[in-house]
């Protein structure tokens, strides 16, 4: 998704998984927290160094990731 300019991959960081801005903020922990109920000013109380913008392409992220579909290569 070329619009998402706040989820990044780096393999140095967190194994490599998808995170917010390079901070060791997984993309999975703040969609974790959405889904437990935890509301974005909450959120953004907790992690200080989180932005809005951060949630709302965290959970883009994670919708588009959940539409994707992977097709195997043949062996």
Do not use: N, Q
């Not at 917010?20 to 927290?33: D, F, Q, W």
């Not at 932005?51 to 579909?69: F, G, M, N, S, V």
Request: with cysteine.
């Amino acid at each position: 998704m070329k619009h998402l300019t706040r989820i990044t991959f780096d393999p140095t960081v967190m194994g490599g998984k998808p995170c917010i801005r390079g901070l060791r903020v997984t993309v999975g922990m703040v969609v974790g927290l959405v889904a437990s109920g935890y509301s974005k000013e909450e959120i953004l109380k907790a992690y200080p160094y989180l932005e809005a913008e951060d949630i709302k392409e965290a959970l883009a992220y994670a919708a588009w990731r959940a539409e994707e579909i992977e097709i195997p290569f043949a062996a």
